[in-house]
C-alpha cells in the first residue's frame, strides 16, 4: 500500500506571494491532519478534516486555510506569506476510526524568501 | 490543557545499551499516545501505538508503557544500534475526535 505523499517537496517562494501544497492520504484514509514544524516551535498543529469536513483548527491566523476533497485528498494554502512561514509542512493520514494511528508523509519544506 | 513533555531534550549512549525515552502528560485522560521518530528534514515514522486501555505495546527492539495515572510514558529501546540516532518524538490524543499533542521530542545519538 502506498504511503502519504506531498508535493511539491520543495518550495522557495517570496514575501507576499501565496503557496498550496497537496497530500494525499493512505488508500483508503478519511482524516488528513497538517502541521507545522520549526526548530523553535516544533511541531504545530494546524487543522484536521475528516471527510471533508474540518474536525478541528489550531491556532493560526486566518491566512493558513485547507481543504479536503471527496477522494480524501487534501490541500493547504498560504497566503501574504511572511518569513516566519518558512517551516516543513507535514501532512499525516489515518482512518479517522477505531485506532486513529497517524501516518505521516514526507513533507514539503518552504523557504520564504 | 493536555501538555506534553519529554526529558531530556537530548541524550548520547554508546552502542549496544538498553535505554528508556520519558513523556509525561498532565491530563490522565486521554484516548490513546503514539510515539514516532523523526529522520532529520524528513516525515514523522509512527513506532508504537498504545490505546487508553492498554499498559504497553511491544515491536522488535522496542517497547512503549503508559501509565495515565501518573501521566507517564516510556519508550524502551534495547541493544541500542547507531541506525536508532534520530529524535523520538510523542503524542497524546487527549478526546477520540481531539487534535493530537506533541511533546518536543527527545535527539537521541548512538554513539558507535
Known amino acids: 500500500k502506498a504511503g502519504v505523499t506531498q508535493t511539491p517537496r520543495y518550495l522557495i517562494k517570496t514575501r507576499g506571494q501565496q503557496v498550496t501544497l497537496s497530500c494525499s492520504p493512505i488508500?483508503?484514509?478519511?482524516?488528513v491532519s497538517w502541521y507545522q514544524q520549526t526548530p523553535g516551535q516544533g511541531l504545530q498543529f494546524l487543522f484536521e478534516?475528516?471527510?471533508?469536513?474540518?474536525?478541528n483548527k489550531g491556532n493560526f491566523p486566518g491566512r493558513f486555510s485547507g481543504r479536503q476533497f471527496s477522494n480524501s485528498r487534501s490541500e493547504m494554502n498560504v497566503s501574504t506569506l511572511e518569513l516566519g512561514d518558512s517551516a516543513l509542512y507535514l501532512c499525516?493520514?489515518?482512518?479517522?476510526?477505531?485506532?486513529?494511528?497517524?501516518?505521516f508523509g514526507p513533507g514539503t519544506r518552504l523557504t520564504v524568501t | 490543557k493536555q501538555e506534553v513533555t519529554q526529558i531530556p531534550a537530548a541524550l548520547s549512549v554508546p552502542e549496544g545499551e538498553n535505554l528508556v525515552l520519558n513523556c509525561s502528560f498532565t491530563?490522565?485522560?486521554?484516548?490513546?499516545l503514539q510515539w514516532f521518530r523523526q529522520d532529520p528534514g524528513k516525515g514523522l515514522t509512527s513506532l508504537l501505538l498504545?490505546?487508553?486501555?492498554?499498559r504497553e505495546q511491544t515491536s522488535g527492539r522496542l517497547n512503549a508503557s503508559l501509565d495515565k495515572s501518573s501521566g507517564r510514558s516510556t519508550l524502551y529501546i534495547a541493544a541500542s544500534q547507531p541506525g536508532d540516532s534520530a529524535t523520538y518524538l510523542c503524542?497524546?490524543?487527549?478526546?477520540?475526535?481531539?487534535?493530537?499533542?506533541f511533546g518536543k521530542g527527545t535527539r537521541l545519538h548512538i554513539l558507535p
Open positions: 499525516a493520514s489515518s482512518l479517522g476510526r477505531f485506532t486513529y494511528e497517524q501516518y
Open positions: 488508500s483508503g484514509h478519511r482524516s
Open positions: 478534516y475528516f471527510s471533508e469536513t474540518q474536525r
Open positions: 491530563d490522565s485522560a486521554i484516548y490513546n
Open positions: 498504545i490505546q487508553s486501555s492498554q
Open positions: 503524542a497524546v490524543r487527549p478526546g477520540r475526535d481531539d487534535k493530537i499533542i
